[in-house]
Structures are given as structure tokens and as C-alpha cells.
């Protein structure tokens, strides 16, 4: 009797949630899983299991990669603001034939003493700044900060904590802090004193690893421009926690045999 081929899912990385979910499948002998991270780390934290890393080259490349290797199933597990890879997606599996699944933790939820400020981009978020402060924690990450490079932000000094030195366009008063979470909330608290943060800037990328900054905003009274996420495109089942994506990545085993 022939032994029945792995299902293949393959896995668009690079969130905690994604790590958790690779880790909870490559122990199951009937599923081959892959990683696939964007490359736009250094040095990013490798799941277990195949990864591959770097871009696909559109959604035509990602179709390609996915017939190739046989795919069976594909798990879009980006950060919440990857808009681009999650439309690609999108369209190479409706390209190749494979189920899609978004594994997307929730936002945040405003709580009482909050003085949050929503914006729809981080162009947005830069114009409301100058009248909410003028010591700005920056926590967007290195990628987009030309949004807050603008001639009419030129007096305000901005701390910008990522994961990689960013690169220009920058904001002219700026002081770099390379750092990956998770981040305690002593230390974020310990972070707004230092640098006497009057304002603060955050995606709404939700999960705990950097949620902290938020409690230490609302003790200090200190308003918080929240980026808005991109919705998940519409069709796409979503998945609140890995736990979810495993009992779909499960129903998927049982269709395929």
C-alpha cells in the first residue's frame, strides 16, 4: 500500500504567532511545513522546520513557488501591517488552487485613562503630532519613517526604537534605541522617564510582546497615536491564535485523506 505524500503548508512567517504555529506542526509526521520570511531582519529568530528567505517576486512568483513544491495549503502568519504580502497571497492561491488562511492576532482595545489618537497611516500620524508633544517615542519600526521626516516637524526630537538601524529619510532630531522584544513594563516606564516622552507612536500590531509601552503611556498620561491595521482582504478566513490555524491546518489533513 503506497504511503500517502505529507501535506505541504507552507508558511508566511516572521510574527510570534507564525514561530508558535510552526512549532506546534513540524512534529506531525503527516505534514511537511515551511517558513518563508521576508529577509527584511538581520538577523531574524528561525523557526523549526524548512525555512526559506527573501521575496517571491509578486504574487505570480509566489503562485510559481507554491505549484513547484507541491503546496496543499498556505498560511498568511505576517505582521498585521504587511498589506502587500497578504494581498500577494491572496491572488496566488486563488492562482494555484490552495486553500488561505490569515492568522491574525487581535488589536488592541482602548481602556479607561487611554488618550489614544487613531491615524489611517503613518502619515496621518505625523501631521497630528506637533499638537500633541514634542518628545516623540517612535515605535513603528525602521521601515516608513520618511513620514516623519517633513520640514513642519523639524522641532521635535524623536526616539526611534527598532529592531535594525533605520535608514534615511529620517527625522532630523532623532536618537536610534536597537532593541526586539518583548519589553517589561518597568523598563518602558523607566524608558519614558529617561527621555522625557510626551507622546508616543505605535501600529496597532496588537499581542503582548509591546504591550507594555501602552500601560506606561496611560500611568504617565502621555497621549498615543495609534496607527490603524489594514484590514484582512475580504474572503480570507482568519484565525485569531495558532491554536485556531492548527485546527484548520487539521481539518485540511482529514480533507486530503
Partial sequence: MPVPMPVHVLVLGGTTEARRLVESLVGDPRLRVTTSLAGRVAAPRLPPGDVRVGGFG????????????HVDALVDATHPFAATMS????????????PLLALRRPGWVAQDGDRWHSAGSLAEAAELLPTL??????????????????EGLDALWFL?????????????KMDVLLDRGPFSLDGERELLRRHGIDVLVTKDSGGDATAPKLTAAREAGIPVVVVRR?????GVPVAPTPEAAIEWVVR???ASG
Fill in 133 to 150: 508633544g514634542e518628545r516623540v517615542f517612535l515605535t513603528t519600526g525602521r521601515m516608513g519613517l520618511a513620514a516623519f521626516a517633513g
Fill in 87 to 98: 494581498r500577494n497571497a491572496v491572488l496566488a492561491a486563488a492562482q494555484a488552487h490552495v
Fill in 58 to 69: 509578486g504574487a505570480d512568483g509566489l503562485a510559481a513557488w507554491v505549484r513547484e513544491h
Fill in 160 to 172: 526611534v526604537r527598532s529592531v535594525d538601524a533605520p535608514e534615511p529619510p529620517c527625522p532630523r
Fill in 252 to 254: 485540511k489533513l482529514y
Fill in 230 to 234: 489594514p484590514p484582512v482582504p475580504e
